[in-house]
């Protein structure tokens, strides 16, 4: 470990002698004292990992000591987080990676106990359970047991990893949603480690394997979501190369008026900085609003960072940090070293203090934000409460454009009394399918609202909206207000404090009198778990193929998440979800129109029900406490009796049952040699895809339901698994066979080669071309691997938008797909991409696949790679007829070490090799 600076200090803290790298000591050398919070936790990690610039050199440090704010990055760094958090749909094929490395370092002449993690790495159980009942005080108690049966091998596997692997430990299922477990429980702020015989203090930071890992950067801790392979290359000691980012600033002032929620408020910040553009950035909030922002406020922001596109929105430490850490039960010694190490280093904040430099500043007045809701398919995309309904309407025709009723679209302007103004608009004709549920007669209709669901991280870590739905639902059952019966239901806590305080607040009960049980501890609903809908309402639907809503308090909405049933997704407050219940409709205006009738006849206005924030907050103050956390942590990794009952095998390589549809070892590293490969060009190439904009990893990688008729559905029935078996395709990440099956079989995936056709399909053209045969997507991959004939995809701006999901890599890299040709991508899809050796090229500036004239039918080359030395290359698309269309493409192949690790195969390829050479060695 280098010290060119001569930075090692000592810090004495609960009679115990800390060393620390010293922000303050550079400071005397460099104005360190402009820096953003966030570029002060780099320096501090470049100073700990500086090694003679074998990874971290004197260069570096000074780069970032020297940061230009106005600068675009070009400079890069080495970054290792301090530990790695996992949730299970992608935990297990971290853990199934990690198991088939042991086997092939074996093969290469090391030993399996060389792949262990070198950093702590937590995975917490929390994307499995799914809403299959709901409505029921028995719901959480059978979804449970619901859950354990579909997952009893995945379960298995991972207690054999547990017991396996070091530094690795397991929160078990029914314990919170893994970003509020982190939250809550697991984030440290300020680490203290043995390394090398020096107790060390440094920041905690933080990889997940999940997009919304930022949710901790509301107190003060830097983390944002890797892929999977990412992230197994940090737990194996691997740093993360990284271009030194631009900092925004947003500044935030005032407080939030009457009636406006931390969902409103992070919906506003969302849209804002979408619009402003922060994809590849870091955002960092700031201004006098912030001592009046709970923690979980910022948290609630801060968890948003994917759908905003930064790397990161992180607020700094202050004395609201230290005491939301003693709200949750940490001990007193832990929080005294947090105080005394931010303070010591410079990272501590302080009311009116200046300001840092930033590459570009937004500004917000919290007293501006008003009741909002996001949707029907976006998160970026905000809407005010007043015009959900108009929204909804305006939204209608391009949902209903495929099927055979077009009645719908019409739109019915109800003017104010007295004006020619528009007071509302509603849909003014509308099928209707009329059903019977619950032993009632009810109509379906256009913009009904089947689910409604408190869920998600997002929401359910602030107590200040979760207690408010419970007021808002208290204040509804006592005027005799009820859920439609229409309306799916469903309440996921979020962690096992979450029902405590809304016990303790007397709340539980009115929320359940509207259905809203407790139906289990997982993201359910917004990651796509929400589960069949009632027969009686999925017939409904299909009857006329009605545009239905969900109503969610969650953060994704994209199409096809949430239901495949469910077509416009609101994302919308806890109190909100309920309010959308009681109303059963998103075609109307809850400001203006009665949300129901009391059970006097009366009408029930949404202001009649809603809490005021004293009414929270009071509540807040009596109910919220220490005790909570403490006795609901206590053995965090314990778990229940389902959990220890569940038999696993021993051993340091795992004994892979071929007959397994779960777990499954991966073809990654089959014949890998100690070779390194070359970047090659690709000749020959058939056009896979031809997407337009915002294609997620939801549309790419395999989520959801696995249809019966589809590659992977037929895939398990052919060894037996019924389609009542199947569970999702989250489920089933660690076997290869079936994700493969599933890569961009999104039903709402729309292929360009198909006009506006949705589902997962393209035309194969065989080795002599023809006019191409109509296949699903994995069926015509297959045909052409068989042919020797490699894949390219072609797509419009935000490319691989969404959650981390590594397998949008791996399956496209299982598919044959050697290249990805983009107007623009996400940050993580297109590490993951780099990571599982399909090469991310970029459209110039106003280019894209159509104004190139292509469509899909050609044959394509990318040459003039020179083995990733090259900035851009060229490709040449031909036609059926021999004409031909060249056009300059960017490689993004950002740092040298991508290079590396795309010469090796990927960058798991690249560590096993390292490994392998330092055990030959």
């Not at 980012?245 to 406006?260: I, R, S």
């Not at 979980?296 to 930064?310: L, Q, V």
Request: with cysteine.
């Amino acid at each position: 470990m280098s010290d060119s600076f001569s930075t090692r200090r000592q810090l004495s803290v609960n009679g115990r002698d800390y060393t620390y790298f010293s922000l303050p000591v550079l400071g005397e050398r460099y104005d360190i004292s402009r820096l953003p919070y966030s570029m002060k936790i780099l320096l501090e990690n470049l100073l700990r990992h500086e090694d003679g610039g074998a990874t971290v050199g004197k260069d570096h440090i000074e780069a970032v000591a020297q940061w230009d704010a106005k600068k675009e990055p070009d400079q890069e760094i080495a970054f290792m987080p301090a530990r790695v958090v996992l949730q299970d749909f992608t935990g297990v094929p971290c853990v199934v990676d990690l198991a088939a490395m042991r086997d092939a370092v074996s093969k290469l002449g090391g030993k399996p106990s060389q792949i262990n993690p070198l950093i702590p790495s937590e995975l917490v159980i929390d994307h499995s359970v799914q809403v299959d009942v709901f409505g029921s005080p028995e719901a959480l108690d059978l979804n449970g047991k619901i859950e354990f049966q579909r997952n009893k091998e995945r379960y298995s596997f991972l207690r054999w990893g547990q017991k396996s692997f070091e530094n690795f430990k397991v929160v078990p299922p029914n314990t919170g949603i893994v970003h509020q477990v982190n939250l809550e429980n697991l984030a440290r702020v300020v680490m203290g480690r043995e390394v090398d015989g020096d107790l060390l203090a440094f920041p905690d930071t933080v990889f997940g394997t999940d997009s919304h890992t930022t949710m901790i950067n509301g107190i003060g801790v830097l983390g944002w979501g890797v892929g999977g392979i990412e992230a197994e290359a940090a737990m194996l000691g691997q740093p993360s190369s990284m271009l030194i980012p631009q900092v925004v600033g947003f500044k935030l002032t005032g407080q939030l008026p009457e009636g406006a929620t931390a969902t409103d408020l992070v919906l506003t910040v969302t849209q804002m900085l979408r619009k402003h553009g922060v994809v590849g950035k870091f955002v960092e909030f700031f201004g006098d609003g912030l001592q009046h922002l709970p923690l979980a406020d910022r948290a609630t922001i801060a968890n948003m960072a994917p759908e905003y596109g930064a790397t990161c929105g992180i607020f700094p430490i202050d004395s609201e940090s230290l005491t939301y850490l003693r709200l949750s039960g940490r001990s007193e010694e832990q929080i005294a070293l947090v105080e005394a190490y931010a303070k010591a280093q410079g990272l501590w904040h302080e009311a009116n203090q200046p300001h840092a430099t930033y590459s570009a500043t937004l500004e917000l007045d919290l007293g501006e934000v008003r009741p909002s809701m996001a949707g029907p398919k976006r998160p970026q995309d905000r809407v005010l409460l007043e015009n959900v309904h108009s929204n909804f309407a305006e939204s209608l025709g391009p949902l209903i454009a495929n099927r055979k009723s077009k009645v719908g679209c019409a739109i019915e302007e109800l003017k104010a009394e007295g004006g020619d103004q528009p007071q509302a608009n509603h849909l003014a004709a509308k099928p209707v399918s009329k059903i019977r549920i619950k032993e009632q007669d009810a109509e379906l209709c256009d913009g009904s609202v089947v689910i409604a669901a408190i869920t998600s991280c997002t929401n359910t870590s602030n107590p200040a909206v979760m207690l408010g739905a419970g007021l808002l639902a208290r204040n509804a059952a006592r005027l005799g207000l009820k859920s439609k019966p229409w309306v799916k239901t469903s309440l996921g806590p979020g962690s096992l404090v979450v029902t405590d305080y809304l016990k303790k607040a007397g709340v539980l009960d009115d929320l359940e009198k509207l259905g809203f049980y407790v139906v289990g501890y997982g993201c359910t609903t917004c990651i796509g778990n929400s589960g069949p809908l009632p027969d009686e309402v999925s017939k409904g639907i299909a009857e006329n193929e009605l545009v239905v809503a969900s109503v969610l308090s969650g953060n994704r909405n994209f199409e096809g998440r949430v239901h495949p049933e469910v077509k416009a997704n609101y994302l919308a407050s806890p109190p909100l979800v309920v309010a959308y219940a009681i109303a059963g409709t998103v075609n109307i205006d809850l400001t203006q129109e009665p949300i129901g009738k009391s059970s006097e006849g009366n009408d029930v206005y949404l202001r009649d029900i809603w809490p005021t924030n004293k009414e929270i907050g009071d509540m807040i103050a009596a109910t919220v406490g220490p005790e909570l956390f403490a006795q609901n942590y206590a053995d965090v990794f314990k778990g229940d009796t389902r959990w220890n009952q569940i038999a696993s095998p021993d051993g340091e390589s795992f004994q892979w049952d071929e007959s397994s549809t779960y777990i499954k070892n991966p073809p990654y590293f089959d014949g890998m040699t100690m070779e390194v490969g070359s970047i090659d060009d690709v000749h020959g190439a058939r056009v896979m895809g031809l997407f337009g904009d915002s294609i997620t990893t939801d549309h790419i990688s395999p989520a959801g339901n696995i249809k019966k008729d589809s590659p992977a559905g037929r895939f398990l029935q052919e060894r037996g698994v019924q389609p009542a078996d199947f569970n999702s395709y989250g489920s089933r990440r660690g076997n290869d066979d079936v994700m493969v099956r599933g890569t961009f079989a999104n039903i709402r995936i729309k292929n360009l080669m198909f006009g506006g056709e949705e589902g997962g399909n393209t035309l194969y053209f065989g080795k002599d071309g023809g006019q191409g045969e109509k296949l699903a997507i994995y069926d015509a991959a297959m045909k052409y691997k068989a042919d020797g004939v490699p894949l390219v995809v072609f797509a419009g701006k935000e490319y691989g938008t969404g959650s981390s999901r590594d397998w949008a890599a791996k399956g496209t890299n299982l598919l044959g797909v050697k290249a990805v040709i983009a107007e623009s991508f996400e940050r993580i899809h297109r590490s993951n991409l780099v990571g599982m050796g399909v090469l991310p090229l970029q459209f110039k500036d106003g280019e894209n696949a159509q104004s190139h004239g292509l469509d899909g039918s050609e044959t394509i080359e990318v040459i003039g790679l020179d083995d990733g030395k090259a900035k851009t290359a060229t490709v040449v698309a031909k036609k059926a007829d021999g004409s031909e269309q060249k056009f300059e493409v960017k490689v993004l192949l950002l740092t040298p070490k991508e290079v590396e690790y795309f010469r090796h195969g990927g960058i798991l390829h690249y560590v096993l090799r390292q490994l392998a050479a330092k055990k030959a060695a």
